[in-house]
């Protein structure tokens, strides 16, 4: 890719499958990629419009750590303007 083109807000990073435990498995080079190790928390979050079985029509996981921060770097101030307000 040359120098003055941007990289795709979103890719296809893996195809997976859910097992019969309701599990996914996220290959190694991905988990490698991302720096993702045993035990990290995910939330997932569902986007777009529901289908016609009331199904969202996709959904995407974000570390919880990072989740946290950006709601803290968002609301905080937010907050800090009420209680000094």
């Not at 997976?16 to 435990?21: A, K, P």
């Not at 079985?53 to 770097?73: A, H």
């Amino acid at each position: 890719m040359a120098n003055n083109q941007k990289t795709p807000c979103c890719q296809i990073e893996a195809v997976v499958s859910l097992d019969e435990r309701g599990q996914i498995i996220i290959p190694k080079d991905v988990r490698k990629k991302f720096n993702l190790a045993s035990g990290d928390k995910f939330a997932l979050m569902s986007c777009g419009d529901s289908d016609e079985n009331g199904s969202p029509c996709c959904f995407t996981l974000m570390k919880t750590d990072q989740l946290k921060g950006m709601v803290q770097q968002v609301l905080g101030p937010m907050f800090a303007e009420i209680v000094d307000g």
